[in-house]
């Protein structure tokens, strides 16, 4: 009998997100995706490959009621006989790009909670239901390049990264004084061709002084495709080692 594996998956309707989707569908598996739209194709292709897919659509802003969700969810399923369960925190948005002088209030406050807020509270309440679960468990936090790099007009995108970072270090410390905790990493993806690009690089040159260095790396073929860059980052996070560093690049 081949092992049941659970994964939980945010940002999953399009772009690196959906890819990792596609990739993880397999026959006796079961994948959770949150995102604030479901996707026709994804469950058309669940279907046909025999796969449990559930597709919930909600918006991570409101991270705390989505929390509890989960949270309520995974006590029913302690039961399921999964032999790995993993929590992947890739969601994130980029507001307005422009100085933090000319930034909205309101826009600030989503992109931390979706890109900050939320994952620290989805690894609360996956770790806490399943603590007691003999499975192996994993959260892998999709951090970014620009958490530990800093760059005007990306207040937001750059204090979220690395507030995630450094809470997957704190994080890992924790489980690690546990008798089976949990093994984490916050792992930076690389360069990848997704809808995020676009919006870098169809910025102002006057708000935005790096939009000619995004622009570069696109016309030089730098970036990876989504379906390469799921790939890289689901191999990484099979890795016997996995965990080790707590904070990782996909480039190392």
Known sequence: MNPKNLTILTGASRGMGLAMAEQLLAPGQTLLCISRHANVQLA??????????????EDLAEGAAVSRRLESWLHTQSDAGFSSATLINNAGVIPRIAPLSQSDADDLARALRVGLEAPMQLSAAFLRATENWPAARKVLNISSGLGRRAMASQTAYCAAKAGMDHFTRCLALEEALKPAGARVCSLAPGVIDTDMQVQLRSASDALFPDRAGFVGMHQGGQLSAPADAASRVLAFLTRADFGRNPVADIRD
Do not use: H, M
Request: hydrophobic share 45%.
């Open 44 to 57: 058309e292709r669940a279907q046909a490959c025999k796969a449990d897919l559930l597709q919930w659509t």
